[in-house]
């Protein structure tokens, strides 16, 4: 591993301030923490013409104020030209407002670093900066844009090579840390060491009528891991994402039920995660195959549940029996506001008797909290990160056992 001046000498930087001695100091500031590559704008449409002409940068680091007047063209342009990965902003606002520019920043599509302050500090900016230089950032290749998405003789060439895998990351125990199951993810290995996430060709799988042929492939891959993982004599839940346009097949439970039934699996040891989004216009045949699944004793998880517009309205019309916590409210753990959303769902889903999972658990901390708050299942980084089927059958928590000790409240 890089030591850290190696590591910020090779980071490639934009410093978009429009304040020119604010500008001056930030950029002396980052050169002298050993950072060598430092481009500077004074507002967003010069910086998208710098980096054209001279090429991207890892990150760039905005004043909030000039990403309010035009640095949010700014991002979305750079980003769909690929000119910037990450974004720090430095500013003096509340937090409140910051995790508000931090959700802006996220959906131009960029990866979010944090708030470095007003002025930026060495001491400050160097985390923030180490952090993206970590050898655990390391991830599959990204979505790209819908002139980089596979054709269809592409996908079908890549269905009848089998290229399309199940991937798995552990759903865990937030007392004991003892594996509970894991989630069944896609991944398209088009090339030797070439795999591809799905936001890179489930666009076009969509698009094209595939999904059926790419989903039942990753099924059976899944079925085919649990079949093992339970041959030890413990219980080994997977939970596969379904598109809501799926449940609108008649015969779409028909063939689950046939898939299950050869292999030899469960009902009860399969969870289907759905996005409340893509539920808002269920037809009358998604309603009706989502009860033939729990009644078939399968369950039904709403994933990402608080990002849509009508969360409360889908658990009280559809069937289902647990709840994926969107990672957004882990993530903010420590504002007044996230820790209130975790608590009410937790009481909510408690009331209705639901299960609940929270997604994107990363730090001790968050794990804590959780505990505290009675949070019994979760999965993130802090766990394990997704992992191949070969890698799953002979996977172990390499962490600190002594993370999982249940928090206790404190007294009083």
Known sequence: MPSGNDALNSLRLLMLEHHDVQRT????????????????????????????????????????QTLAMDGLTFLSQAREAGLVKAVIICSALPEELVQTVAQIVRLQGLEWLGNAGRPALAEVLGPLLQAYCMPSRLRVAHACGPGCQPGEQQLRAGIDRQEFCAWFQPTFHLSSGLVQGAEVLLRWQRAPGELLSPG???????????????????????????????????????????????????????????????????????????????LL?????????????????????????????????????????????DAGFIRDFKLPRPVAVIRGVLELARALNMQVVAEGIETVEQLRCLQRLGCQLGQGYLYARPMSETHMMNWAFTGDPAIWPTAKLPAG
């Open 281 to 325: 216009q269920a037809p009358g045949m998604c309603l009706t195959n989502m009860l033939r699944l729990r009644m078939l004793v399968c369950d039904l998880s709403i994933d990402d549940f608080g990002v849509g517009y009508s969360s409360l309205e889908r658990l009280c019309q559809l069937p289902f029996n647990e709840v994926k916590l």
């Open 25 to 64: 100091a930030s950029v002396n500031t980052l050169c002298g923490m050993g950072c060598v590559d430092v481009l500077q704008a004074a507002d967003g449409q010069a910086a998208l013409a710098l980096l054209h002409q001279q090429g991207g940068v890892d990150i760039a680091l905005c004043d909030v």
């Open 200 to 278: 890179s060709f489930l666009p076009a799988v969509e698009q094209f009528g595939l999904l059926d042929p790419v989903f039942f492939s990753v099924f059976e891959q899944g079925l085919r891991l649990q079949k093992f993982m339970q041959s030890g004599g413990n219980g080994f839940k997977l939970a596969f994402n379904l598109d809501a346009s799926q449940l609108a097949c008649p015969h779409f439970v028909d063939r689950v039920e046939r898939v299950l039934r050869t292999h030899g699996a469960s009902p009860a040891g399969v969870t289907f995660e759905l996005t409340e989004t893509g």
